[in-house]
């Protein structure tokens, strides 16, 4: 029988959670995903993506120094 026909299966669950626990980064864009609800585990391969689109990357500013420092 195909996972995707066990959907009740507390036992597949506990096995996603597992999962979930053991890599909690979008295997496409990298980020953590927060929350269990918010990913779709693959069992079969291990991985955990976004349900729906990746969040865009955080935006990191940095400041240079003055020109007369450099």
Known sequence: MALSGRADDP???????????????????????AR???ADVRVHVQRAVHRGPCPPPPIVERVLPPASER
Do not use: N, S, W, Y
């Open 11 to 33: 036992k597949l669950e506990q096995l996603a959670r597992a999962v979930f626990a053991m890599f909690p980064q979008c295997h496409r864009c990298g980020q953590t995903i």
């Open 36 to 38: 269990f609800e918010d």
